[in-house]
């Protein structure tokens, strides 16, 4: 397959009601895509840490948006029925926007600037990065991280 084409938003996927659903109507907001599988084990731990970043910063305008890219929808949705996602869940089985973001390990995130434009990308998913991933997140909603009061 021949992928002439960098990551952006101009791509759609599926909802859990086999919906079509075009990344690009999230266009205004900071938009994280993260691609992964029921059978990726940092995902596991990747989805309550997704949560936790949508319910922080929904309010300033992130969108936090996972497709799936299993084959079987039923392996995708019974890995969903471990977390309370509040963020959109999207699947596309057949890869083609994987292939589209050259996709290279799962998870996989994409942040994108509030005008759709690739900010940074990430593979894997470690606990010592996740200060430098939400950081990226707060520099493209334009919030001040909170700083810890001194103890002088």
């Known amino acids: 397959m021949i992928v002439n084409s960098a990551p952006s938003l101009d791509h759609s996927a599926l909802d859990d009601n086999n919906q079509s659903v075009k990344l690009s109507e999230f266009a205004g907001k900071v938009v994280y895509v993260d691609f992964w599988a029921s059978w990726c084990a940092p995902c596991l731990k990747s989805f309550p840490w997704?949560?936790?970043?949508?319910?922080?910063?929904?309010?300033?305008?992130?969108?936090?948006?996972?497709?799936?890219?299993?084959?079987?929808?039923?392996?995708?949705?019974?890995?969903?029925?471990?977390?309370?996602?509040?963020?959109?869940?999207?699947?596309?089985?057949?890869g083609d926007i994987a292939a589209q973001f050259g996709l290279v390990g799962m998870p996989s995130s994409y942040l994108f600037n509030r005008d759709g434009v690739l900010v940074s990308s990430h593979v894997g998913f470690f606990n010592e990065e996740l200060a430098q991933l939400e950081q990226a997140i707060l520099t493209q909603l334009a919030i001040e991280p909170v700083k810890e009061p001194k103890n002088d």
């Open 50 to 94: 997704m949560q936790s970043m949508q319910r922080k910063y929904t309010d300033q305008g992130l969108e936090i948006i996972a497709i799936n890219l299993d084959e079987d929808s039923g392996s995708a949705k019974q890995f969903l029925s471990q977390f309370d996602v509040d963020f959109k869940v999207l699947f596309n089985s057949s």
